[in-house]
């Protein structure tokens, strides 16, 4: 096996999704704990010394300005490399977190065991369907009341349409949470709560059918192997080729808060979840141990620190080895460019690696010239596809202040449309400017950007549309037709496509029924 399989092989690059407040934001602390627990050799730093590390990460960031270690984050764990990326949650939700999805191989969804499935993460879950990626999920708060287990893997299938196969299963949960059953091991992982910074020991009971476990459970005992019948009778068993066919989820339960079940997480993503896979570029399919390098943006992050105008492009590589220093040719433009001071997001003081491989992930600084999709490879002409953008959800009238400057006004909006921070339609039976963003910090983000960047100031007005949707027909008659007679609704997005925006799910509805040789698609690729 070459360095450079041995490296791919190593790797493992997934994102975690969740509503928000289901536990997302803790986890990752766990995580990250278990990659630095171990990175100290085996050994869990005291308090005092793990604090320092976090404040010195901090400064790093107070100086660039721009926060990157929350993009990316990069940890050793068993012997291999895990990156895990960061899906924003909360109000600074957006396009980038659907794409982020398109730069991973596997995904850990976080689901509340109070709440059960929310509608964030049935968005996500529809994301991580366009490619079939492999999902592990967490149903995480077991030191709280939840809901019958039973009847969250019930909801999993049904909403989410992907079989559960429980891995573990709860004893008790909230104040009678004794710890977790593992089914085919055939044995109790005992609970006991570590907070903040501790990585408790892990006391196991061999067998069930014990002496100690009748002790453990007490009272509980009888039921317990009732509910295990039952379960066990139900539930589909894990099988490796339907997880990483996106078919079938291994299900966990667990405290993220008490520190309790995320290692099993993490193991199964180093056991079961994919290694970094080929990608699809127009031309050809790219295998991650080919030497040559490759890779591709999929997310821009713009500064909001005004006296720092760089902003970072991520970029998943694919194939091959970045080294220091080295030329990569930027296929869409066809410059050659020399990158010496690529970012890495590696979670422990070592802050830039001199070399990255295929399924990680490097930050470029990007001073407007890298556009969202674009290829970088060592000469060769390659188009990864699979970086999309979305319908947006939300929808705002643009409204300039000085009605002189609508010139800066639709350069700085094409502009941040091409960098993926907006997207940007012009209704073809008006003058109007519509923006579209999936979250709504992206419209503040806008507006504070035209005002810095292009000295445009602007405000907003609602505006009825529900969905916009991108036109496609291989007929050109029917879509000449088509045109005319929808020609109120429709709209040329910033990079000149045809687009439908839909007052309202129903119309949307009437509008697929009446021209079904019209496709209304709710992602268009880049370029």
Not at 240 to 263: C, I, K, R, S, Y
Request: proline share 4%; glycine share 8%; net charge negative.
């Amino acid at each position: 096996m070459t360095k450079q399989a041995a490296e791919v092989a190593k790797r493992r690059t997934f994102a975690i999704i969740s509503h928000p407040d289901a536990g997302k934001t803790t986890i990752t602390e766990k995580l990250l704990l278990m990659g630095k627990a171990i990175a100290v050799a085996g050994t869990v730093k005291s308090r005092k010394s793990d604090r320092h590390a976090t404040s010195d990460w901090m400064e790093m960031e107070k100086q660039r300005g721009i926060s990157i270690t929350t993009s990316v984050m990069q940890f050793p764990y068993r012997e291999h490399m895990i990156n895990l990326l960061d899906t924003p949650g909360h109000e600074d939700f957006s396009e980038d977190t659907y794409r982020t999805l398109t730069a991973v191989d596997s995904a850990l969804m976080v689901l509340d065991g109070g709440k059960g499935v929310e509608p964030r993460t049935i968005a996500l879950m529809d994301v991580c369907r366009l490619r079939d990626t492999p999902i592990v999920s967490f149903i995480n708060k077991l030191d709280r009341d939840i809901r019958d287990p039973i009847e969250l893997l019930d909801e999993i299938e049904a909403v989410l349409k992907i079989k559960a196969a429980p891995i573990t299963w709860p004893i008790g949960c909230y104040r009678d949470f004794k710890g977790v059953y593992h089914l085919a091991g055939d044995y109790i992982i005992v609970y006991t709560a570590g907070h903040g910074h501790e990585r408790t020991e892990t006391k196991i009971i061999e067998k069930l059918d014990s002496d100690e476990a009748r002790a453990h459970l007490g009272d509980e005992y009888e039921r317990f192997i009732e509910q295990l019948e039952l379960v066990q009778g139900a539930c589909h068993e894990f099988d490796q080729q339907e997880f990483m066919d996106g078919q079938l989820t291994p299900v966990f339960f667990g405290t993220a808060l008490g520190n309790f079940g995320v290692d099993h997480v993490l193991d199964a993503v180093v056991d079961w979840a994919p290694l970094p896979l080929p990608r699809v570029a127009n031309e050809r399919s790219v295998e991650p141990q080919e030497e040559k390098f490759s890779g591709f943006v999929f997310k821009i992050q713009a500064n909001m620190d005004p006296k720092h105008r760089d902003r970072i492009a991520f970029m998943r590589i694919c194939s091959g080895k970045y080294e220091k220093g080295m030329k990569m040719r930027h296929v869409r433009t066809g410059k050659d460019v020399r990158i010496g001071d690529a970012l890495t997001f590696f979670s422990s003081e070592r802050e830039q690696l001199e070399e990255a491989y295929a399924g990680d992930i490097i930050g470029l600084h990007n001073h407007g010239t890298i556009q969202i999709g674009d290829t970088f490879t060592e000469g060769e002409a390659l188009g990864f596809t699979g970086i999309p953008h979305f319908a947006p959800e939300l929808f705002r009238r643009v409204r300039l202040k000085d009605p002189l400057k609508s010139k800066q006004l639709r350069q700085g909006l094409q502009q941040l449309a091409e960098e993926g921070a907006t997207q940007v339609f012009f209704p073809e039976r008006s003058n109007d400017i519509i923006l579209g963003a999936v979250g709504v910090l992206q419209f503040d983000v806008v507006a504070s950007r035209l005002k810095e960047e292009y000295k445009v100031e602007c405000s907003y007005e609602p505006i009825t549309v529900w969905s916009a949707r991108w036109i496609d027909c291989s007929d050109k008659k029917k879509l000449e037709e088509f045109s005319n007679k929808a020609v109120e609704n429709l709209a040329l997005d910033g990079g000149g496509h045809l687009t439908y925006l839909a007052p309202t799910r129903v119309n949307l509805a009437l509008m697929e029924e009446r021209w079904p040789d019209v496709k209304f698609r709710a992602t268009r690729e880049h370029h």
